[in-house]
């Protein structure tokens, strides 16, 4: 199974909104509604963010939010803040009855 | 609180056997949840290694699925891994990983194994 892609960075300013794709295929991100988001800072542990596409598990700020079109899930985070510089990570479940995570996404506030 | 702690050898000599073990604390792994092992080489992404579920049934990442086996030991409440033989590239951070249903909700610290002679 192949990585999930995801771009390698993305910026924007404290205050903006910022958008992370996921793009998969029918065989995992497309064919389940079981996608999640893991935030990671340098040295951490990762730390669940969103699951099944789009719900925040709980003390998970609604500034985050997620979402799927077809084959491509997206994490949104709104009012970007400088705490939220970190790696970003989707996974999904598979056909095969696996997961898979995503390449990862640095988020740099600037 | 439902805390993971890894625990093992962090040097590996190449062609043996990785074995790390997970000890659970705040919940009684044999009363539900999924369990499993993630890895992150050093610089590098997330990989999915491998579930163990209530049932018993596992399963594993296929690139590496000959090589590594999860189980679980409840009397001691742990989880563990064993991946052989191995070579360089299995130098990681391993994390042990527990959820609910499709997500991780629950992660490990991680632990640093190097293989190298």
């Known amino acids: 199974q192949s990585a999930l892609t995801q771009p390698a960075s993305v910026s924007g300013s404290p205050g903006q909104s910022i958008t992370i794709s996921c793009t998969g295929t029918?065989?995992?991100?497309?064919?389940?509604?079981?996608v999640s988001w893991y935030q990671q800072h340098p040295g951490k542990a990762p730390k669940l963010m969103i699951y099944d596409v789009s719900k925040r598990p709980s003390g998970v700020s609604n500034r985050f939010s997620g979402s799927k079109s077809g084959n491509t899930a997206s994490l949104t985070i709104s009012g970007l803040q400088a705490e939220d510089e970190a790696d970003y990570y989707c996974s999904s479940y598979t056909s095969s009855s696996t997961y898979v995570f995503g390449t990862g996404t640095k988020v740099t506030v600037l | 609180q439902v805390q993971l702690q890894e625990s093992g050898p962090g040097l590996v000599k190449p062609s043996e056997t990785l074995s790390l073990t997970c000890t659970v604390s705040?919940?009684?792994?044999?009363?539900?949840?999924?369990w499993g092992w993630i890895r992150q080489p050093p610089g590098k992404g997330l990989e999915w290694i491998g579930n163990?579920?209530?049932?018993?049934?596992?399963y594993y990442n296929p690139s590496l699925k000959s090589r590594v086996t999860v189980s679980v030991d409840t009397s001691k409440n742990q989880v563990s891994l064993k991946l052989s033989p191995v070579t360089a590239a299995d130098t990681a951070v391993y994390h042990c990983a527990g959820g609910v249903d499709m997500a991780v909700d629950y992660w490990g610290q991680g632990t640093l194994v190097t293989v190298s002679s």
């Open positions: 163990i579920y209530q049932s018993g049934s596992t």
């Open positions: 029918r065989s995992e991100v497309g064919g389940y509604n079981y």
């Open positions: 705040g919940y009684s792994i044999s009363s539900g949840y999924y």
